[in-house]
Structure formats: C-alpha cells, structure tokens
C-alpha cells in the first residue's frame, strides 16, 4: 500500500517547485543521494463517502543515477521504512505498523529498484521498477518530473498509485479504496 510511495521514492523525485528555464534531463547526468532531510514521501487512500487516509514516511534513503547519453540505463534506488510511518494519529500509526498492514517487525524494508527509465519530455521520465513490500514483489511505475538543479543538487517531484492488495495490505477494502496514491519530492546531492 504505501511501497508505492517507496517505488515513487525510488524514481528520485521532484520538488513541487517551478521547473528552472533551460534546465532539463540532459543538464543533470551524474549520480545523486536522496537527502531525507529536504525530501518527503506522502501517500493518500480514499474513502468511500469522502474523507481517507492521509500520511508519509520519515524515514528512507535512496540513490538516483542519471546517464546522459542514454537515459535508458539511468537508475533509481530506494528504501522506506514502514516504521516510520505517521498520519498524526497514533492509533492508525500503530495499527499502519502491525501485522494487519506492514508487518514492519518481520519487514522492516520496502523496495523499489528501478528496471528502465524511459523519457517523456525535457524534464519528465517515466521510471519502471520492481516494488517489494512484505516479502511481495510487483512491477511498479512512477512519473517523475525535473524540478529544479542548482549547484549539484537536484529535485524530482515524483507520483504513482500502487494497489495495496497485491502487497497483502488490502485491509479496510473496499471502505478504503485499494489505490494509494504516492506524492513524493526528492532532493539528491550530487557525489
């Protein structure tokens, strides 16, 4: 359910910031680490009648490879922590972390690994991966948009929907919907 934001993640996202004049996916080769600290992974699930479930992730890392002369073979890694989960209400938190959902004491890890990244403008990519969420592993696809690079420091604003049953995570449906939808902005370093 929420291993899509981890996918998302994965993509190495965009900062919801206005796209820089001639800036695009050429100018930005090179390899980036997620900084969690300016970076956010948000996932929202919708209620029958209105209302849903808001969140993010606190905590996760990721590594972002852009190949210049063939977009192609670029590369996106990532890792969220389903512990760290948090809608501002810690019962939800609590049961979001049990065996119900993330099972986060026996699966401590969400992955996403990308397998292609294919170009869809100047500054979008469409980056296919591998997703693993409680020991389930699903092919995934995220959009990620360019939003800024400045002083080797790049960010993505990256979206998705994963179906939260194919991961076993498909408690509450169908009052909750089945899609999660991941809003991430990734900011990587360049080193």
Request: a positive charge.
């Amino acid at each position: 359910m929420y291993a899509r934001i981890f996918g998302l993640a994965a993509m190495a996202a965009c900062l919801a910031m206005p796209v820089l004049a001639a800036v695009d996916l050429n100018d930005a080769a090179g390899s980036y680490t997620v900084n969690p600290a300016s970076s956010s992974i948000r996932f929202s699930i919708g209620k029958v009648g209105g209302g849903g479930l808001n969140g993010a992730f606190g905590r996760f890392k990721g590594s972002i490879r852009i190949d210049n002369s063939d977009v192609g073979r670029s590369q996106v890694n990532f890792t969220i922590y389903p512990e760290s989960v948090g809608t501002g209400q810690g019962r939800i938190d609590a049961f979001l972390r049990s065996d119900a959902v993330f099972d986060a004491a026996n699966n401590p890890e969400i992955q996403f690994r990308s397998t292609s990244v294919t170009r869809t403008s100047d500054t979008t990519a469409l980056v296919s991966g591998r997703l693993t969420a409680r020991g389930k592993t699903f092919a995934e696809k995220f959009t990620a948009e360019l939003g800024g690079l400045k002083g080797g420091t790049i960010k993505f604003h990256v979206t998705g929907k994963v179906l939260r049953s194919r991961y076993g995570m498909d408690v509450g449906t169908p009052i909750y919907s089945n899609i999660v939808n991941f809003d991430m902005t990734l900011t990587g370093k360049k080193g």
